[in-house]
């Protein structure tokens, strides 16, 4: 008896075979399949999770179109980047967490699984680029702001600090309820940084009751005085108006 031959196997679809090359060995034919899927716009959320895993690609051009690429994913795009925060590599967190803060704010309705995390990071390039993502992500980056006002407090990293005091600044009136931790800041570090801190407070200032704010006392504002340099010293000068405007304004 004849018997017929088995199916075929099930062909597969174009984008299937994009993605199939993203494993290439060949940095070149990575890049082509990158650009390839990006032009299928949101035909190629299928593949998001594929493109991320090539986040710390070994080709830094590579790894810049893979995060292009993926901040065009919408939402998709953001899970398959929160979800590489949690990589073993701390080079795939840093560039995770970098490439999150390039996403659409409109397509980040809600905080990215994991950001929180990603700011108490043992490493500081992956703090330094969470505290960045945060600044970019507007208000649904409120949930982080604890955790940025401790980081303008105690990082070991000054750039990790300044970038935590613009974050809060980001925030405006939200961040109201930090001003303090700011305000303890302009007597440290250095002048760069007291000016980040400054340019945050100035943000801040304008926001009403806030009991936080209303616990500094003129001996506090005065506590640095004759510890910094000169510049250092200007800046803090710059900020006397704007803290006593938030400290009459929380009484």
């Known amino acids: 008896m004849e018997t017929s031959a088995p199916p075929p196997p099930p062909s597969l679809s174009l984008l299937e075979a994009f993605a199939i090359q993203l494993d290439d060995p060949m940095p070149f034919m990575r890049m082509s399949a990158v650009s390839a899927l990006m032009r299928h ?3 190629a959320t299928p593949h998001a999770a594929a493109l991320a895993a090539h986040i710390a690609d070994t080709d830094i051009a590579v790894r810049r179109t893979v995060a292009r690429a993926l901040q065009q994913l919408g939402s998709a795009g953001v899970e398959a980047l929160a979800a590489r925060l949690s990589d073993a590599d701390p080079e795939v967190r840093q560039c995770a967490a970098a490439a999150l803060g390039g996403c659409d704010r409109n397509s980040v309705s809600t905080l990215p699984p994991g950001m929180v995390r990603a700011l108490r990071d043992s490493d500081a390039s992956v703090r330094l680029n969470a505290v960045n993502a945060t600044a970019c992500l507007g208000a649904v980056a409120a949930p982080c702001m604890n955790e940025l006002a401790s980081l303008v407090s105690v990082d070991e990293s000054s750039s990790v600090r300044q970038a935590a ?6 925030m ?6 930090h001003a303090g931790a700011l305000t303890r800041q ?3 570090g250095s002048a760069l940084e007291v000016r980040r801190v400054d340019d945050a407070l100035a943000r801040v200032h304008g926001v009403g009751a806030c009991t936080r704010v ?3 006392t003129p001996a506090g504002i005065l506590a640095g005085a004759g510890t910094k340099g000169e510049t250092a010293r200007r800046y803090q000068a710059r900020s006397l108006p704007v803290v006593g405007r938030t400290v009459c304004s929380a009484a």
């Open 41 to 43: 716009g949101a035909d």
């Open 214 to 216: 209303g616990k500094l």
């Open 186 to 188: 302009l007597h440290q």
């Open 165 to 170: 005091a613009v974050a809060l600044g980001r």
């Open 172 to 177: 405006g009136t939200m961040a109201a309820c």
